[in-house]
C-alpha cells in the first residue's frame, strides 16, 4: 500500500511541477476550489499523519477503508465547510506556485519515511476517532491522491497521470476483491471507471446496462 501511495504522490508532483501561476488558479470541479486550493486539500489530508504516528496507536483496529467512508458527521456540511476553509489556508501559505509545489512534495516525502519504519499492524487513530490499520488508512489517501488527481488532471485540461498501483488499490476499494475482475470484461480505463463510479461522469444507457448486467455494486465514498 505505501509504496501505491508513494508512486501515485509523485506522479501528482510531477504533474504540477512547472505549472504556471495561471495553471494555479484554475476552476476546478471540486467548487469552490481551484487547483492550488484543491492541491492545498491532498496536502492537509496527507499531513494528518505524522500526528497520528506520533500519538500512541489504540490497541487493536475497529474500522476497515470501506468502513471509514460511511456517511455520518464526516459527511455533514459543517465539517466540509472546515475542510473548505482548511484546503484554502493551506493554498494561502505560498504565493509562489513552484514553492507550494515543492512544500506539498517535502510533506508527503516525510509521511513516507515515517510510515516506512512503522512495524507491521501499526495502528492508528484518525481525526474521527476512528481505531485503523496504518495500511487502511493509507488506502484512504490513496483515494485522495488518485481521485483528486483526476479532478486536477481535467482542470489543467491534461491526460489523467493515475498510476495503476493505485487504481488497482483504489478499484478494489470500491468493487471488493470479487468484483474486480468483473469490471476488467468492461473494457473501460482506470481513469474512465474512477470517473463513473465517484460519481465525476455519469452513467449513459449503455454503460449503465453494462453495469446491470454484470451486477457490479460500487461503494458509494460518503
Known sequence: MLEAFRLECGALTDAVSGLSEAGWELPTRCTPWTVRELLGHVWVVI?????????????EAEISAAEYYRPDDRFSSQTNDARIALARDRAAQSADGAAFAEGFTETWQRVDRLCRVQPVGRTVRTRHGDAMLLSEFLLTRIVEV???????????????????????AVTELLLGAEQTAAVRTLGWSQPHFLRKATGREPLDEEEAAQIEQLSIRWLALG
Open 47 to 59: 499531513d494528518w499523519l505524522p500526528g497520528m504516528l506520533d500519538s500512541p496507536a489504540p490497541g
Open 146 to 168: 488518485a481521485v483528486h488527481g483526476l479532478d486536477l488532471a481535467d482542470a489543467l485540461g491534461r491526460e489523467p497521470w493515475l498510476t495503476s498501483s493505485a487504481g488497482d
